[in-house]
């Protein structure tokens, strides 16, 4: 079946140090979506791509799909330990239902 | 403005005793909905999703079942909870178009 695999699992940075996450689909996807989960806390859309090559920028944060839209990025500059918690990328099931498959998630940790 | 409601936020529950978690939102129609599993430091496994009234479909075989009584709710429930029930249950929604997710602010079981 469809598969959204992510890695790393784990980083440990030192603050003010960069960070990225990889993300890779088993099929090609019609958007990407990445999610924060602070500890304890829930997953937060934090935005989607959809475009084919597209980078979209938040602050400090940088997203990118892939040109054969399977893959995609997010890449954390100077971290911050604001920037503390899960990143999940999703993409969207097979089936018109708006399901989202998940990628395991990326666990970042930044050292003060 | 949309809102999720989820509850209650933590329940410990001995093992082979009844579960109903409830999940609500407010100000759409017609919201997909759907229950998530998170296991501890895991990603996020799709139990159940709703495109409407009375319309269920499961994901993963388990001792866990869910309903949808009205547009706007979603409930999960078990009538004997396993140890391996535990875990974080996350209900989110989306409206068909938008397709990110909000999620509840989550239910912390631990069967004991």
């Known amino acids: 079946g469809q598969q959204v695999m992510q890695i790393p699992q784990y980083q440990h940075v030192q603050e003010g140090e960069d960070f990225t996450t990889y993300c890779n689909s088993s099929?090609?996807?019609?958007?990407i979506q990445w999610y924060k989960q602070r500890p304890g806390g829930h997953p937060v859309f934090l935005i989607q791509?959809?475009?084919?090559?597209e980078v979209k920028k938040q602050k400090r944060l940088t997203f990118q799909f892939g040109e054969a839209k399977k893959n995609s990025s997010l890449h954390i500059t100077a971290t911050q330990t604001t920037d503390v918690g899960t990143y999940f990328c999703?993409?969207?099931?097979?089936?018109?239902?708006?399901?989202?498959?998940f990628g395991q998630g990326t666990t970042l940790q930044v050292k003060p | 403005s949309q809102t999720i409601h989820q509850w209650p936020a933590t329940l410990v529950q001995p093992v082979g005793s009844p579960l109903s978690l409830e999940c609500t939102v407010e100000?759409?129609?017609?919201?997909?909905l759907y229950w998530y599993r998170q296991a501890a430091g895991r990603g996020l496994q799709l139990l159940f999703y709703?495109?409407?009234?009375?319309?269920i479909s499961s994901e993963v075989p388990q001792n866990l079942s869910a309903s949808r009584p009205q547009d706007r709710q979603f409930i999960l429930s078990s009538k004997k909870l396993l140890l391996s029930d535990s875990g974080f249950y996350l209900c989110?929604?989306?409206?068909?178009?938008?397709?990110?997710?909000?999620f509840g602010s989550g239910t912390r079981l631990t069967v004991v």
């Open positions: 989110a929604w989306s409206v068909t178009g938008s397709r990110s997710y909000t």
């Open positions: 099929t090609t996807l019609s958007n």
């Open positions: 791509l959809v475009k084919s090559g």
């Open positions: 999703a993409g969207p099931g097979s089936s018109n239902t708006g399901k989202l498959i």
């Open positions: 100000g759409t129609s017609n919201p997909n």
């Open positions: 709703s495109v409407g009234i009375g319309q």
